[in-house]
């Protein structure tokens, strides 16, 4: 896969992550309860709590992430997106790349700021909707996405800004989490403090005892042609998506742990979906007699990954599906091609 441009092969991934005596991820329709099927007692965990997860983790390694606060601060889309335009306007250094492509485009930039007395001045400017900055809006947000918004980029992004609206379809889409035996939460019984607005309240503190959760996912060459997902921008994911789950521990997100990443990357002519969810691949065993919802850490089950390496050995070589097998394991698993 080529590091600096946009990727030209479609892939598949499947990861795991377990999860001892936390909330992967509460249920507000459900006292903050750990999310739950309840009629396969499996626990769930939403694409948006893995990708907030990702996201927080490319803030703290130094990327731009649009979908974030702003000052610390939970911000609107608007309010956020007239932040990013104050700071690209006051760094001549980056505004300067930002018209490399299309010089006519600095032109009118240009034309455009002698008219206007300040900063601020040019940004209202820009966010409404001036027939006259139009082809200018298309072209900024175009390079914001290409040249900042990392996590644009990889999820996508309904912009529904004045001046800069206009939908982006992420190339990376990632299922909801299961987990691959059925879970039970731990009894509530015990009470927690909680501080809001220097005042205390009370609530009931929900876990589940063990999870090991599994998600589903995609990364499709023709949408990373809309937002120009590259090689780097896939590094940079596969590294996120390992580290990023156990990198901010909160009380209730703590023992959270990356177990396996396998991505199968397609040769040209074969599409996402080949081999349908990687997940059916899987199978888990609780070990010495042990019901599934007595599982209470990994040593307890046995994970069975011979399906998928078959599937995956089946459909690897000259004229078949798979071109390339992306592997990251945690101690005590062994996976290969």
């Known amino acids: 896969m080529e590091k600096n441009n946009i990727i030209a092969n479609n892939s598949d991934f499947l990861f795991l992550y377990d999860a001892a005596q936390c909330n992967p991820n509460g249920d507000p329709d459900q006292e903050n309860k750990p999310r739950m099927d309840y009629d396969t007692q499996t626990n769930l965990v939403t694409d948006t709590r893995l990708k907030r997860y990702i996201r927080d983790y490319l803030s703290l390694s130094g990327k731009y992430v649009f979908v974030n606060m702003e000052d610390d601060k939970k911000v609107g889309m608007d309010t956020k997106m007239k932040a990013v335009l104050t700071q690209l306007f006051n760094d001549s250094n980056s505004l300067d790349?930002?018209?490399v492509e299309d010089p006519t485009m600095k032109t009118k930039f240009e034309e455009i700021k002698s008219k206007r007395k300040d900063g601020e001045d040019l940004v209202k400017f820009f966010v409404n909707k001036k027939p006259e900055s139009i082809e200018l809006n298309k072209y900024l947000l175009a390079q914001l996405v290409k040249e900042k918004f990392t996590d644009i980029r990889m999820f996508g992004c309904a912009f529904a800004v004045d001046g800069f609206t206009k939908p982006y379809t992420g190339p990376i889409q990632i299922n909801w989490g299961f987990s691959l035996h059925k879970v039970q939460l731990m009894d509530s019984s015990s009470i927690v403090t909680i501080m809001n607005d220097d005042s205390s309240t009370f609530g009931k503190d929900y876990r589940v005892h063990y999870s090991l959760l599994a998600f589903n996912g995609t990364i499709n060459k023709f949408a990373a042609q809309c937002t120009g997902l590259n090689g780097t921008d896939v590094e940079t994911f596969r590294d996120a998506i390992w580290n990023s789950v156990p990198s901010l521990?909160?009380?209730?997100?703590?023992?959270?742990?990356?177990?396996?990443?396998?991505?199968?990357?397609?040769n040209d002519g074969y599409y996402n979906g080949c081999l349908g969810d990687l997940r059916n691949y899987l199978k888990v065993t609780p070990n010495n007699g042990l019901e599934e919802t007595q599982i209470r850490k990994f040593d307890d089950l046995t994970l069975d990954l011979s399906a998928l390496k078959s599937v995956l050995a089946e459909n690897t070589g000259q004229g078949k599906a798979i071109k390339e097998v992306v592997v990251k394991s945690a101690a005590g698993i062994t996976f290969s091609v």
């Open 249 to 266: 521990p909160t009380r209730s997100k703590l023992n959270q742990y990356p177990k396996l990443y396998v991505e199968v990357v397609y």
């Open 97 to 99: 790349s930002f018209f």
